[in-house]
């Protein structure tokens, strides 16, 4: 039985794939179920399973060639079968089109250059061949030079994910006294020969170039901005955190909860323009945005309002480490009535984000910064967090907006009302 392997359409926004490496070689058994090869789409990594037995008797896309959906990789048969007219439809494959290059500059050394998939260093085999591991985790290991046959995985199933590359590859924690008389190194890259470098658009940042100028564009963005009071919320946290056998909570979770009632209360905000109505929505289904180095990744947790903050914390780390690991199935990766974007842990203060369409709106969430709080005539220190909506003006109007940001922030200012 002669079986094609498909390049998959795995979000709705996919038109082209990329492969990165191919985990079978040609002449390689394969079973139903393996996985057979890693495809670069608009949003993640991710490996794909063969769908029938036999042995991989072509490769047809090679590593880096990119086809459109839907167009054939590789061809899976059984050795006795002909597989010459399958492998004569077989399409060509395209690479990115380098940019155009100026020759009074000198072009850049191949040292400078990523650290390609195909150099990640060999692994021992587990009981499919090879070690588990993320293509994120493979691609720190080669970038640090860690053995990835040495680590013990603390992801899904064992798998090794990049916080165990980033633990081994750390150095050893200094003393007390070191620690304390230590100074944050600023560590500036040797400068090269070259004037500049050019690179391709990954897949991920060519459909974010795509889909920007359609969103910020056509859709007439407005924004309001809260100040919210984190004494409280940041005192609880501590306290939960303490608790032994009991999930982290962090302030994002928080954020995420809050937002969920707060669209319950106000499904004006939970609402897309569609055609010529607008689609109000009942569930709450919250984009988190997850930066990687190809670009931002909006995977979605779902039902929200219906799931208690320890629930939600648990899969939303699960999920921002399933996405830097490119390991997001293909239903996560749509769906989300609101998303939230949180820069806080970069010690940015306030911002504005983009709408990702169809939804209505996004809220760009701060840093907690301690600061000079005036109450009762009274100066204290106070931890404070500045939140900003935006809008999709043709969805909904300012004072919704604002109203909806004014039950986030009262959730947030009174915690206990979270754990409910």
Same mark, same amino acid.
């Given at each position: ?88 439809? #077989? ?85 007390? #006294? ?56 940041? #005192? ?56 990687? *180095? ?52 970069? *010690? ?43 809008? *999709? ?28």
């Amino acid at each position: 039985m002669i079986t094609k392997v498909l390049m998959p359409k795995l979000s709705e926004a996919m038109e082209t794939g990329k492969v990165i490496k191919w985990l079978k070689r040609e002449g390689d058994p394969v079973k139903g179920g393996d996985v057979i090869v890693e495809i670069e789409t608009d949003k993640a990594n991710v490996e794909i399973e063969a769908f029938g037995g036999g042995v991989l008797r072509k490769i047809v896309v090679g590593e880096g060639g990119q086809v459109p959906v839907g167009e054939m990789i590789g061809v899976i048969a059984d050795p006795a079968d002909d597989i010459g007219k399958v492998a004569a439809a #077989a399409p060509t494959s395209s690479a990115p089109a380098p940019l155009p290059a100026m020759e009074s500059y000198k072009s850049v050394p191949a040292t400078n250059m990523v650290v390609p998939m195909s150099a990640v260093p060999a692994t021992a085999p587990g009981r499919d061949g090879r070690v588990k591991a993320s293509p994120l985790a493979r691609k720190v290991a080669a970038q640090s030079g860690v053995d990835l046959r040495l680590l013990q995985g603390t992801g899904p199933g064992g798998r090794i994910v990049r916080r165990d590359v980033e633990s081994a590859a750390a150095p050893a924690p200094a003393r007390p #006294a070191a620690l304390a008389a230590a100074r944050p190194q600023f560590v500036i890259p040797p400068r090269t020969e070259a004037e500049f470098e050019d690179k391709p658009l990954s897949s991920m940042r060519a459909i974010i170039a795509k889909r920007m100028p359609l969103s910020k564009g056509p859709v007439p963005h407005f924004y309001v901005t809260s100040e919210v009071s984190m004494d409280r919320a940041w #005192a609880l946290r501590i306290e939960l955190n303490l608790l032994e056998g009991q999930p982290k909570v962090s302030l994002t979770d928080r954020v995420i909860k809050a937002c969920a009632l707060g669209l319950l209360k106000n499904p004006g905000v939970n609402a897309q323009l569609q055609g010529q109505g607008i689609r109000v929505f009942h569930r709450a289904h919250i984009g988190i945005a997850v930066a990687l *180095d190809e670009g931002l990744i909006t995977p979605v947790l779902r039902d929200c309002d219906a799931k208690p903050l320890v629930q939600i914390a648990v899969e939303a780390r699960d999920l921002a480490e399933r996405a830097r690991g490119g390991k997001l199935r293909v239903s996560e990766l749509s769906g989300a009535t609101f998303s939230i974007s949180n820069l806080g842990m970069y *010690d940015v203060e306030e911002f504005s984000a983009i709408i990702n369409p169809p939804e209505g709106a996004i809220l760009a969430v701060g840093s907690v910064l301690e600061k000079p709080v005036a109450e009762g005539g009274q100066l204290r220190v106070g931890r404070r967090m500045k939140m900003t909506i935006s809008c *999709d003006h043709r969805v909904m109007d300012g004072a919704m907006g604002a109203r909806f940001l004014q039950d986030v922030k009262r959730l947030l200012e009174e915690p206990l009302r979270l754990l409910v």
